[in-house]
T-cell receptor
Framework: DTGVSQDPRHKITKRGQNVTFRCDPISEHNRLYWYRQTLGQGPEFLTYFQNEAQLEKSRLLSDRFSAERPKGSFSTLEIQRTEQGDSAMYLC????????????FGPGTRLTVL | ELKVEQNPLFLSMQEGKNYTIYCNYSTTSDRLYWYRQDPGKSLESLFVLLSNGAVKQEGRLMASLDTKARLSTLHITAAVHDLSATYFCAVDKLGGSNYKLTFGKGTLLTVNP
């Protein structure tokens, strides 16, 4: 396993369309995080899974956003009725209980909403 | 709410010079993380600092943590062009069931020949 992977790497969509991103964490990591990063800012926390349980959602995550991790392995992040303000880099990270919460990030999915 | 402040936000330095990036955070946390991000790329973990007085070094970078002052520093020694990148510090809040990281805004480092 070479690290966290994300798909797609880039997504261009029109306002109002739905999009879905996928994240595959490092295989032995049971913790999975989604962050959003806009230009010139640090990543902002969106949501966190421990195994298949979604334990916290940020206030940034409106009801248009939903995330799942059905079998405690890969995760998906769906954005419904996209808005231009959703344009950002969406980053996935994973960690293991033994790693002092050192989080390893994937390459990200860059979303552009036209 | 946990807040993390970095300074400077922009740093332009010459090769061979030394400089320090500062990271202050607002509430008690015993773990601090430094990441590097190259343009258009994801974040690479550099250091994990786990206790007061922790110091870690890798090549020309050295990070330290003072939990009493809620301050971490990233010191750059004899900078080289390859160190040009954005550097983020992040903290997590001990306790509870969420291990989310709160990041600073980042320091954009440019090392000039």
């Amino acid at each position: 396993d070479t690290g966290v992977s994300q798909d797609p790497r880039h997504k261009i969509t029109k306002r109002g369309q739905n999009v879905t991103f996928r994240c595959d964490p490092i295989s032995e990591h049971n913790r999975l995080y989604w962050y959003r990063q806009t230009l010139g800012q640090g990543p902002e926390f969106l949501t966190y899974f421990q195994n298949e349980a979604q334990l916290e959602k940020s206030r940034l995550l409106s009801d248009r956003f939903s995330a799942e991790r059905p079998k405690g392995s890969f995760s998906t992040l769906e954005i419904q009725r996209t808005e231009q303000g959703d344009s950002a880099m969406y980053l996935c990270a994973s960690s293991s209980p033994d790693s002092h919460n050192e989080q390893f990030f994937g390459p990200g999915t860059r979303l552009t909403v036209l | 709410e946990l807040k993390v402040e970095q300074n400077p936000l922009f740093l332009s330095m010459q090769e061979g010079k030394n400089y320090t990036i500062y990271c202050n955070y607002s509430t008690t946390s015993d773990r601090l993380y430094w990441y590097r991000q190259d343009p258009g790329k994801s974040l690479e973990s550099l250091f994990v600092l786990l206790s007061n007085g922790a110091v870690k070094q890798e090549g020309r970078l050295m990070a330290s943590l003072d939990t009493k002052a809620r301050l971490s520093t990233l010191h750059i020694t004899a900078a080289v062009h390859d160190l040009s990148a954005t550097y983020f510090c992040a903290v997590d809040k001990l306790g509870g069931s969420n291990y989310k990281l709160t990041f600073g805004k980042g320091t954009l480092l440019t090392v000039n020949p």
